[in-house]
Nanobody, 115 residues
Framework: QVQLVESGGGLVQPGGSLRLSCAAS????????MGWYRQSPGKQREWVAS???????NYADSVPGRFTISRDNAKNTVYLQMNSLKPEDTAVYYC?????????WGKGTLVTVSS
């Protein structure tokens, strides 16, 4: 059974930082590309960042230079380091694992940026 479990969300003030983690089980982690998405209230889920099996990264235009995606294949975990957070970053953040048309999702972790 495939499981992706996100953690690390919470309440943070504008300008603050958070590090999200997503622990995967039930897949051969190093064979999957991994990604982070987010969904704000009333909006569609949007892609934030991706990291390939070889470590190559891509980011949405909305987070240039503020977010960093990384992975630790030994721990079957993908991370999202978020700095200089803004109120508009408030959302539920989801990780996904995808390979050859197969896609798995976690249940998400809530990030709230507010003073």
């Amino acid at each position: 059974q495939v499981q992706l479990v996100e953690s690390g969300g919470g309440l943070v003030q504008p300008g603050g930082s958070l590090r999200l983690s997503c622990a995967a089980s039930g897949i051969i982690f190093n064979m999957y590309d991994m990604g982070w998405y987010r969904q704000s209230p009333g909006k569609q889920r949007e892609w934030v960042a991706s990291i390939g099996r070889s470590g190559g990264t891509n980011y949405a235009d909305s987070v240039p230079g503020r977010f960093t995606i990384s992975r630790d294949n030994a721990k079957n975990t993908v991370y999202l380091q978020m700095n200089s957070l803004k109120p508009e970053d408030t959302a539920v953040y989801y990780c996904d694992a995808h390979r050859n048309g197969m896609n798995y999702w976690g249940k998400g972790t809530l990030v709230t940026v507010s003073s």
